[in-house]
């Protein structure tokens, strides 16, 4: 019993054969890419996301990684959200921490009892082994993108949680804290103190609409 060759012509087998092992060898000879040189692009909902542990964080905070630490940065990027009331443990960092508050208003707290408050914009650098807490003020959430260095593989040294008499002690108003109606004061005075009439129309257009009354301008 003989089989039939798939190919009817032994040359075009032989042709198959040879086409097939230059392939190989071009794709074995084929340079390695120099990854380098290259981006690294972390895709958005690609990372680790998780709710940040009881042992801690009082209340709820969620944790979305965005970037490790690396041999030529070393310091990794997440974002925190906490629910109002939440915070983190006391805590501090050996490489030091850059927090920026995406939005919301927060509070953070230092070992001398000093609480601050802290909005949607600021930036807070904490320098390496300064002991402290962060997290959401009681009436509203708030989210912050944290860059934290590493020293020796480690990014954070944890402490015990924050009492609720630490965290609802004196706190601080940011400098912006201002009511709408005050805010509105500010340039109505500028302008009037410089005779910029022209700026000062609408100043005070503004500051009824905010509130104030002519007896108050």
Same mark, same amino acid.
């Given at each position: 019993?003989?089989?039939?060759?798939? &190919?009817?012509?032994?040359?075009?087998?032989?042709?198959?054969?040879?086409?097939?092992?230059?392939?190989?060898?071009?794709?074995?000879?084929?340079?390695?890419?120099?990854?380098?040189?290259? +981006?690294?692009?972390?895709?958005?909902?690609?990372?680790?996301?998780? +709710?940040?542990?009881?042992?801690?964080?009082?209340?709820?905070? &969620?944790?979305?990684?965005?970037?490790?630490?690396?041999?030529?940065? +070393? &310091?990794?990027?997440?974002?925190?959200?906490?629910?109002?009331?939440?915070?983190?443990?006391?805590?501090?960092?050996?490489?030091? +921490?850059?927090?920026?508050?995406?939005?919301?208003?927060?509070?953070?707290?230092?070992?001398?009892?000093?609480?601050?408050?802290?909005?949607?914009?600021?930036?807070?650098?904490?320098?390496?082994?300064?002991?402290?807490?962060?997290?959401?003020?009681?009436?509203?959430?708030?989210?912050?993108?944290?860059?934290?260095?590493? *020293?020796?593989?480690?990014?954070?040294?944890? &402490?015990?949680?924050?009492?609720?008499?630490?965290?609802?002690?004196?706190?601080?108003?940011?400098?912006?804290?201002?009511?709408?109606?005050?805010?509105?004061?500010?340039?109505?005075?500028?302008?009037?103190?410089?005779?910029?009439?022209?700026? *000062?129309?609408?100043?005070?257009?503004?500051? *009824?609409?905010?509130? *104030?009354?002519?007896?108050?301008?």
């Amino acid at each position: 019993m003989s089989i039939s060759s798939p &190919f009817p012509d032994a040359r075009l087998a032989s042709l198959a054969i040879l086409f097939a092992a230059i392939l190989l060898s071009a794709s074995a000879d084929e340079p390695e890419k120099d990854t380098s040189t290259m +981006q690294t692009i972390y895709r958005a909902g690609s990372q680790e996301s998780y +709710q940040a542990p009881d042992t801690y964080f009082t209340g709820n905070a &969620f944790v979305q990684i965005l970037f490790p630490a690396n041999d030529t940065a +070393q &310091f990794s990027g997440a974002y925190v959200t906490f629910e109002p009331g939440a915070r983190s443990a006391w805590h501090l960092h050996p490489a030091g +921490q850059h927090l920026v508050v995406t939005d919301g208003v927060g509070r953070t707290g230092y070992e001398d009892g000093t609480v601050e408050e802290i909005r949607k914009g600021d930036v807070i650098w904490c320098p390496p082994g300064v002991k402290h807490w962060h997290g959401a003020a009681p009436d509203s959430c708030m989210t912050h993108l944290a860059l934290s260095g590493k *020293l020796d593989g480690k990014s954070v040294e944890w &402490f015990e949680k924050v009492t609720d008499e630490e965290y609802g002690g004196t706190v601080t108003l940011a400098a912006d804290a201002l009511t709408p109606r005050e805010q509105a004061i500010i340039p109505i005075a500028a302008f009037t103190a410089t005779g910029e009439l022209d700026r *000062l129309k609408p100043a005070l257009v503004s500051g *009824l609409e905010a509130g *104030l009354t002519v007896n108050e301008i």
